[in-house]
């Protein structure tokens, strides 16, 4: 069974909890998403020189960019950064 926080649907607390599995998919494109996103934010950190938040930033693109290099995409066109 596959739980993420962004990607868990929970209907009913305690003992009752259902948790709505995603397919392989769902879980490449909320990823993909997720990296396109990130990218974003890490340009825009980057020209307003927050180093904080652009280090925090870079952390979850190296983990994003882990999961989709795994699952076999190729970043060449996609992955702006190149860190």
């Known amino acids: 069974m596959i739980v993420s926080n962004n990607n868990c649907i929970n209907h ?5 909890m259902e948790v ?9 494109k909320n990823a993909m998403d ?3 996103k990130v990218q974003r934010c890490m ?3 980057k020209e307003e020189k927050a180093t904080k938040t652009y280090a925090e930033l ?25 860190e």
Not at 20 to 28: F, H, L, P, V
């Open 34 to 36: 997720d990296f396109e």
């Open 12 to 16: 009913k607390g305690g003992e009752n």
């Open 58 to 82: 870079k952390r979850e693109y190296l983990a994003i960019k882990t999961i989709l290099q795994t699952a076999g995409v190729n970043l060449t066109d996609i992955d702006e950064i190149k």
């Open 43 to 45: 340009v825009l950190a």
């Open 20 to 28: 709505m599995e995603m397919s392989k998919e769902e879980i490449m």
